[in-house]
T-cell receptor, first 112, second 115 residues
Framework: GQSLEQPSEVTAVEGAIVQINCTYQ??????LSWYQQHDGGAPTFLSY????GLEETGRFSSFLSRSDSYGYLLLQELQMKDSASYFC?????????????FGTGTRLLVSP | DVKVTQSSRYLVKRTGEKVFLECVQD?????MFWYRQDPGLGLRLIYF???????EKGDIPEGYSVSREKKERFSLILESASTNQTSMYLC??????????????FGPGTRLTVL
């Protein structure tokens, strides 16, 4: 099967940098993606990594190490509006080519 | 912009009722998904459809069925609702092309309460 682990909650202050880790166990691997979900809202796609390294999109970056089965989402210059839940998701031959398996989510609380 | 809509934001049903949740996407996506989301459990896949009239069971299909008669519409059916099906139900769609498979577009969700 496949499993993903991420911390349940992370707290930080405005302007800080926070890293949300995700470790996964799968047989085979296509890619790791990240989604953001505000309370009461729908999950929205943030980023995707298929190869090792860092992908940057504005204040958000995502990193992948396939040899370590590990990735993280890095949020810089935190803003109050970044308070949300963040889910990592993996696509692998185990999940089926077109399906994602999601982690249980990390709730990020940003305080003033 | 991709738009995924769901028929209701909130729904209250009684135990034993048949419940229909409707999802419509406007981007001509081949893939459509139904998830349920519960606190501490993340998003769990109920059913997946990769084409009209085609479906696959997800991780938790028991007590649910689905219907996809048209490409843009994917329905989730609770044949006989039970209290343990009280949850948030999320519909999503994606295109089959390459890395875009990792980008799923979600609807706003239906919060179903079964009394």
């Amino acid at each position: 099967g496949q499993s993903l682990e991420q911390p349940s909650e992370v707290t930080a202050v405005e302007g800080a940098i926070v890293q949300i880790n995700c470790t996964y166990q799968t047989s085979g691997f296509y890619g790791l993606s990240w989604y953001q979900q505000h309370d009461g809202g729908a999950p929205t796609f943030l980023s995707y990594n298929a190869l090792d390294g860092l992908e940057e999109t504005g204040r958000f970056s995502s990193f992948l190490s396939r040899s370590d089965s590990y990735g993280y989402l890095l949020l810089q210059e935190l803003q109050m509006k970044d308070s949300a839940s963040y889910f990592c998701a993996v696509r692998s031959p185990n999940t089926g080519f077109q399906k994602l398996v999601f982690g249980t989510g990390t709730r990020l609380l940003v305080s003033p | 912009d991709v738009k995924v809509t769901q028929s209701s934001r909130y729904l209250v049903k009684r135990t034993g009722e048949k419940v229909f949740l409707e999802c419509v996407q406007d981007m001509d996506h081949e893939n459509m998904f139904w998830y349920r989301q519960d606190p501490g459990l993340g998003l769990r896949l109920i059913y997946f459809s990769y084409d009209v009239k085609m479906k696959e069971k997800g991780d938790i299909p028991e007590g649910y069925s689905v219907s996809r008669e048209k490409k843009e519409r994917f329905s989730l059916i609770l044949e006989s609702a039970s209290t343990n099906q009280t949850s948030m139900y999320l519909c999503a769609s994606s295109s089959v092309q390459g890395a875009v498979l990792d980008t799923q577009y979600f609807g706003p969700g239906t919060r179903l309460t079964v009394l």
